[in-house]
């Protein structure tokens, strides 16, 4: 297999849109070569397609660039016929399109309201809506006839809906709720704005009303969740561990000698910072009692309240289905806090970090975990 990672590690940091290529053989043609691709989101015009692998061969032959064969899409994969007669492999780290009312159509998660009291993504791979305000369930996740709900402790304001993402003001005072849609699960963004709202009790065992009708959900070793269907004891979704951190911009760990100012949270924009670009990181503890039907958040105190801390504060935990792709980050900086499928900025990046945009003198190392079976009895360049 192939990696090409030198222009779009940099973008895997984001968009998880790394692709991934790998040449196999399944022609006659003879030996195989891997070809650069670019991501899915960054493709500047539409690559030539055709149905099957004969049909694009010829395309392929006669134009002289790669073209699709529309039979071996996937959720997260494309196959091309090269203008040589082989076959090239993309593989994404997330979904890039999925089957609504039988043809593949592009990831939309523009959210929209669906006329019973929700608002939902125009297409993801998951099931999925959350609240259009009051008492409907703060989210709703469907996969495979299985449902998990959560539902906030009070009825919640109607949400200001922009691109993917609901926002609801003031779900406790002076703390704003995000949550937004991603391809296969959401992201739940809590934005404590004050000290002042910091000190709200509830924040220190944030309960959240849980259904799990079939399905069992536990806490894993890592700290974050699963959630098991009681018949097939298949995992059905999943959590990593949430992550809370604030505003400030971690100090460096040497004094800079190339004139440049270091990350200041005055360059930083309102609500923008990153997890691996704040100075205060914190995993956040998650609980699930015995019975179900509840889950609660303890947020890390001494990041919330502690002496230092520059708000607004950031919590967040995330729920996706399952998938045989994965990655994480490590970093030197934050060696005991790596990220698991991350959702950081585009520019977050990878190797050695000395400039405004992250920690000074960091080091980061991004991981990939992508399905070969596929590839399996093939021969890779």
């Keep these: 297999m192939s990696v090409d990672t030198t222009r ?21 043609a003879g030996p195989v070569s891997a070809l650069p691709s670019t991501s899915a989101s960054s493709v500047a015009a539409p690559e030539p397609v055709e149905a099957s692998e004969d049909e694009a061969a010829v395309k392929a032959a006669h134009l002289g660039v790669p073209v699709e064969v529309a039979a071996l899409r996937g959720e997260s994969s494309d196959v091309f016929v090269t203008p040589d007669g082989q076959l090239e492999a993309r593989e ?3 979904p890039i399109r999925t089957r609504l009312s039988g043809t593949w159509q592009p990831i939309d998660t523009t959210l929209a309201a669906t006329g019973d009291g929700m608002v939902a993504p125009k297409a993801a791979t998951v099931g999925l809506g959350f609240s259009g305000g009051g008492d409907k369930p703060l989210v709703e996740l469907s996969q495979a006839g299985r449902r998990l709900a959560l539902s906030w402790p009070d009825p919640l304001p109607q949400p200001r809906l922009e691109g993917d993402t ?12 995000r949550m937004t ?33 079939g399905m069992t959900v536990k806490e894993t070793a890592t700290g974050g969740l699963s959630v098991t269907d009681n018949g ?13 951190w604030d505003s400030s911009a971690g100090p460096a760990k040497t004094p800079r000698t190339d004139g440049q100012p270091g990350a ?18 914190a995993a956040v503890e998650v609980d699930v009692p015995a019975g179900g039907g509840e ?32 990655w994480t980050m490590a970093s030197k900086y934050w060696a005991s806090s790596p990220q698991w499928k991350f959702n950081g900025k585009p520019d977050a990046g990878l190797g050695y970090c000395g400039w405004e945009y992250c920690q000074p003198y960091d080091t980061k190392r991004l991981f990939y975990r992508l399905p070969t079976s596929r590839f399996a009895g093939k021969t890779i360049l």
């Design 264 to 281: 200041g949270a005055g360059g930083l924009a309102a609500g923008g910072l990153g997890a691996g670009e704040s100075g205060k990181l």
């Design 166 to 177: 609901a926002t609801y003001p003031d779900v406790l005072p002076g703390v704003d709720l």
């Design 232 to 244: 097939s004891g298949g995992t059905v979704f999943e959590a990593a561990q949430p992550l809370m």
């Design 92 to 94: 994404y780290l997330r």
């Design 295 to 326: 889950l609660t958040l303890k947020p890390d105190l001494g990041v919330l309240r502690g002496p230092g801390t520059v708000y607004p504060v950031f919590i967040d935990p995330q729920w996706y289905t399952p998938k045989a792709t994965a």
């Design 181 to 213: 849609a991603q391809e296969d699960g959401y992201s739940q963004i809590l934005v404590v704005k004050s000290a002042a709202a910091a000190a709200d009790a509830r924040l220190a065992g944030l309960r959240l009303g849980m259904a799990a009708d």
């Design 8 to 28: 779009r590690a940099r973008l895997a940091a984001g968009a998880l849109s790394l692709t991934v290529v790998a040449a196999l053989i399944a022609l006659p």
